[in-house]
């Protein structure tokens, strides 16, 4: 529908004199959607309609602006750059003189070749055929939106993809100095777009409960394709104690909104508990240490292993003392 629209105001604009013109020009649109390194080709009929002499043709490409309401409102000057977004570099017609005998009608072929990287968009594109001598007359008379031609529109689908990917999301497992409450998110690009992941870092508590949230990429800044980005989230919690969650929650997308999920645990020890429960521990091995030296039994001379030896006296007994006996009595 949007090409009969623009057709008929082609038509409402054209010159009456064209109008008129002894040179019939088939199709009047030519509507073809693509994908990058892609072609096509098409046939387009001029037809003389003289009775008595041989037109004499040459082939213009211009390349058109188009208004909302579908108006050609610009001739672009031709431009042979093969660029991405260069649709008169795509175009391939014979562009010799073309000669058709009086009420007789030939047909030109017409190829198109997309750019390996074309970008996506719509593309118009004026083909025209003007009756003159010289060339350069004739892309004048084109150029000043006076010929008579066909109308080429190329489509140009965007396939390029979005994917990114969480690498990794680090975190210490204990978090007790103030240069450690940090999550380091690291992202990677591995589709074809240039692409700014924004969302929240949501923290929650042993319970489950949403504790704090922070904002991650605020600022926007893109990932170019095949690459990555790391980005640091401060950790918004100081003399918190216990064990805490984190949950990476992401949007990012041109053609199509996807997200990205992480999460990672880590549990925050506040300096000053860690040097209370440090003083604690040293405390308690001291006091250990202290009643093991008080209950250790008392070591004798002469004994290696330290136990205490017992002698026990008969009453009544009468010593009767050997030669090889000590003498205590002396």
Avoid at 164 to 172: A, H, K
Avoid at 183 to 203: K, R, Y
């Amino acid at each position: 529908m949007k090409g009969i629209v623009l057709l008929l105001l082609l038509l409402l604009s054209t010159p009456q004199s064209l109008l008129a013109s002894e040179i019939n020009i088939r199709p009047f649109l030519i509507d073809v959607t693509m994908v990058p390194r892609e072609s096509v080709t098409e046939t387009i009929v001029v037809e003389s309609t003289y009775e008595a002499r041989r037109a004499v043709l040459f082939a213009t490409v211009n390349e058109i602006t188009v208004g909302t309401n579908g108006e050609v409102r610009e001739f672009i000057s031709p431009v042979m750059t093969d660029r991405t977004n260069t649709v008169t570099s795509w175009i391939e017609i014979d562009r010799g003189r073309i000669e058709i005998d009086p009420g007789q009608a030939v047909e030109i072929p017409l190829s198109i070749s997309t750019h390996p990287f074309a970008e996506p968009g719509e593309y118009h594109v004026f083909i025209g055929f003007v009756e003159s001598k010289r060339r350069m007359d004739a892309e004048a008379v084109a150029l000043a939106g006076d010929a008579n031609g066909v109308i080429v529109k190329v489509t140009i689908g965007d396939e390029r993809q979005d994917v990114l990917r969480v690498v990794s999301m680090v975190v210490d497992r204990i978090v007790s100095r103030p240069d450690e409450r940090v999550v380091d998110i690291t992202i990677e690009n591995s589709g074809d777009l240039l692409s700014a992941p924004t969302g929240e870092l949501i923290f929650y508590d042993g319970r489950g409960r949403e504790v704090v949230s922070v904002p991650v990429n605020q600022a926007s800044e893109a990932i170019a394709p095949n690459t990555q980005k790391t980005f640091s989230v401060a950790i918004p919690l100081e003399q918190e104690l216990g064990q805490f969650k984190a949950n990476l929650n992401l949007k990012y997308g041109n053609n199509q909104r996807a997200s990205l999920y992480d999460t990672t645990s880590f549990f925050m020890l506040p300096l000053h508990y860690l040097l209370l429960l440090l003083g604690f521990f040293v405390t308690l091995i001291g006091l250990l240490l202290l009643f093991s030296r008080r209950t250790q039994p008392t070591d004798y001379g002469g004994h290696e292993s330290g136990d205490e030896v017992s002698m026990y006296v008969r009453d009544g007994h009468v010593a009767k003392p050997q030669d090889h006996d000590i003498d205590l009595k002396k």
